[in-house]
């Protein structure tokens, strides 16, 4: 027994080392930069680190900078394992002083406030150092600086061994797809690119996916980096993707199921506590008839530091899969290649990149209203082609204000396709989405279909709602019942002024009109309280288990993050999503009294006559349908056409073909559909090159 005593006295001395402190040096921290400064340790025994017996316990620096939320600082250790420490926090503030990180502290850093004196929480998880590795060697702070104008010094740093070591979080498996991205030792920056790689495990709906399963979805080479405005201020930072091959060369592949492309993103969702608000505008947008990213929620490991809930998406491009318009090459430049397609957008803007419109608001006549390249970009666009888009842009704001503006013919209708812009502007006021109407406001101009016919500025896609589904503080807000429009978010005096084309829009009685009664026809199904709240709870149910590693990771549920909110934080996830549901209620209560224009000739004729290509239009009814389909197709191309059904998956699940006289002035019928599961279809209906689709319910 004494044998025994003295073994497990023994065994406890070894491990109670004395807490040991090593300093490392200093540097100047320069704009747009990186920085490793060192910090050699030596001497240290025991010679391994781990969680439970001796580890590094804290990291503590003193830092001089007038704007600390430009900063993401980054401990490296001698093995090469990188934890990100903290970034984009302190708001405008300037300096740290004597800041320490310890796992076990009671606040988190991004809770604090400048200069953070004291001992906080690291948004990293510290402890995925204490891997067992030797601990003596060169270890290195790394201090990336993501913006201009503000620089500072790294005064002196510190990191402290002993008793008590940081633990982690060990992911290992998840009801989410799986992101697993490894930098190899480099920092991701604003611009250019880096080189990594990228793996995806995902076995399949309803099955569960591990760290240790084949990376069977994607397994190869990326470029990253940082993306966004706003959103890469804040902690969780949005990436941008480009697959490669070996040589670089960029790759098409699918990605959890979508359609192959190479270019993708990864939104980060710091903003959005419900991970909802991105997700229901891009369903309802595709469910209304256009085109809108398709994505995926997933789990990220980045550097083998699990980074929380992102959601994956499509990158707004032209693509037969995406933006389905032609392609404009530099040569092309005579009609009809000129004409199309184009991608424009309303956003943050420079000389560079842009061109000032001819016109102001109509509310607004001070206001400058800037218009962005997006496809082809600026560096490719040919001179020519600049001023093509310009001119036909100028053109249209020349029938959107010249008197005879309401003109059917020759009004702004001449240059729009309307039923786009009806379903841009519900969906993004449904959200009260004011960033919708003035920056991240995308359009795209589809190429002249024959001489004479003008290829139509459609509204959209929509993008970017982390400030939408919410009350904010701001002069949209009425404080008598929460609700304003957002298109009119010029009264804000905004960073980026909105063209307000709405604004004139509204003035015609017959466009009022129109959005009346598309608004109360979706009102119906999509826009209901029973769709919207089912939609809301899907994501939820998705994310039940992984937004408490999200939450555990960002220490953000209960803070103030972001946007201006109205109310104090949720305290809960069951909280977030309860408010969000209790929101768009009273959104659509205040919709429902103040939409304009009338039912005056509303024949509530629903998704079945969505048009999609100003060619080719379509209607498909019954709708829902069960059994059969009768479709009727009217379009100035006289080819056979091809008609295919495709289920939520995008699988065909039927398709036949008609020549020219067995569909042209005649109704075509699919026989055979009550086999189909119930749920959402898709009708795509392909004439010489030409498509169009409709959204069909099966009941």
């Not at 200069?115 to 204490?130: A, S």
């Not at 490669?244 to 959005?272: C, K, R, T």
């Not at 994956?312 to 530099?330: F, H």
């Not at 994501?539 to 109205?566: C, I, R």
Request: aromatic share 12%; with cysteine.
């Amino acid at each position: 027994m004494l044998h025994k005593t003295l073994s497990l006295l023994f065994i406890t001395c070894l491990f109670q080392v004395s807490a040991q402190t090593f300093t490392g040096g200093s540097g100047a921290i320069l704009d747009l930069q990186t920085i490793d400064i060192p910090l050699n340790v030596s001497g240290l025994s025991p010679n391994s680190i781990d969680t439970v017996n001796f580890g590094l316990e804290e990291v503590c620096m003193d830092i001089t900078h007038t704007y600390v939320s430009d900063l993401t600082v980054s401990l490296i250790a001698p093995d090469g394992t990188i934890i990100e420490l903290f970034s984009s926090i302190g708001g405008g503030g300037d300096d740290m002083q004597n800041t320490c990180l310890q796992e076990d502290a009671a606040t988190v850093i991004s809770s604090g406030s400048t200069p953070f004196i004291g001992t906080y929480q690291p948004m990293g998880q510290m402890g995925l150092v204490n891997n067992t590795q030797n601990p003596n060697g060169q270890w290195f702070l790394r201090i990336y600086d993501s913006y201009n104008a503000d620089q500072g010094t790294l005064n002196t740093w510190s990191i402290t061994f002993g008793n008590n070591p940081a633990g982690y979080f060990a992911f290992g498996e998840s009801d989410l797809p799986i992101v697993v991205i490894n930098t190899n030792g480099q920092a991701i920056v604003d611009d250019p690119k880096i080189v990594a790689d990228m793996g995806i495990i995902y076995n399949g709906v309803g099955v569960r996916n591990y760290m240790t399963d084949p990376m069977n979805e994607y397994n190869g080479k990326i470029g990253i980096e940082r993306r966004g405005n706003y959103s890469a201020s804040l902690p969780q930072k949005p990436y941008s993707l480009k697959l490669i091959d070996d040589f670089g060369i960029q790759i098409d592949s699918s990605l959890i199921g979508m359609p192959a492309e190479h270019d993708w993103v990864l939104i980060a969702n710091y903003n959005d506590k419900s991970f909802a608000r991105n997700v229901i505008p891009y369903h309802l947008f595709d469910e209304m008839g256009h085109w809108a990213p398709r994505h995926r929620l997933v789990d990220v490991v980045l550097n083998g530091e699990y980074k929380g809930i992102y959601l994956l998406a499509e990158k707004i491009k032209r693509d037969n899969n995406r933006v389905d318009i032609a392609t404009v090459n530099t040569g092309d430049i005579l009609y009809p290649e000129i004409t199309g397609g184009y991608i424009l957008k309303i956003d943050y803007w420079n000389g560079a990149n842009s061109w000032l419109l001819n016109n102001s608001p109509i509310d607004h006549p001070t206001f400058d209203v800037h218009m962005v390249y997006h496809t082809p970009k600026v560096d490719s666009i040919a001179p020519a082609q600049q001023t093509y888009i310009q001119t036909f842009i100028d053109d249209f704001e020349t029938a959107l204000y010249s008197p005879s503006f309401a003109d059917q013919q020759n009004g702004f209708r001449k240059y729009i396709s309307e039923r786009s812009w009806l379903d841009y502007f519900i969906v993004n006021e449904v959200a009260r989405n004011g960033d919708g109407f003035k920056k991240s406001r995308f359009f795209y101009k589809e190429k002249d279909p024959t001489t004479g016919v003008i290829g139509k500025l459609k509204a959209g896609p929509v993008w970017d709602f982390d400030w939408a589904w919410k009350d904010m503080w701001d002069c949209m807000y009425d404080q008598t019942d929460g609700s304003n429009w957002a298109h009119e978010v010029n009264d804000c005096n905004p960073d980026v002024n909105s063209p307000g084309w709405f604004i004139r829009m509204f003035q015609d009685p017959v466009f009022a009109d129109a959005m009346r009664c598309r608004y109360e026809d979706l009102r119906r199904n999509l826009l209901s309280e029973d769709y919207l709240h089912a939609l809301v709870d899907s994501v939820a149910l998705v994310v039940n288990e992984s937004q408490e590693w999200h939450y555990a990771t960002w220490g953000n549920m209960g803070v103030a993050t972001g946007t201006p909110e109205v109310p104090a934080p949720a305290q809960t996830y069951a909280e977030e999503i309860q408010r969000l549901k209790d929101w768009i209620d009273r959104r659509l209560l205040w919709l429902d009294a103040n939409m304009p224009g009338t039912l005056n000739g509303c024949s509530m004729t629903g998704l079945d006559e969505v048009t999609l290509n100003d060619g080719i239009q379509l209607t498909g009814y019954p709708n829902p349908f069960n059994s059969s389909i009768s479709i009727q197709i009217s379009s100035m191309l006289n080819e056979a056409c091809k008609i295919s059904v495709y289920d939520q998956a995008g699988r065909a699940v039927k398709q036949l073909e008609f020549r020219a006289d067995e569909w042209s002035g005649k109704i075509v019928q699919l026989e055979g559909l009550d086999q189909l599961e119930m749920g959402m279809y898709t009708l795509e209906v392909r004439i010489a090159g030409e498509k169009n689709v409709i959204k069909l319910m099966k009941y």
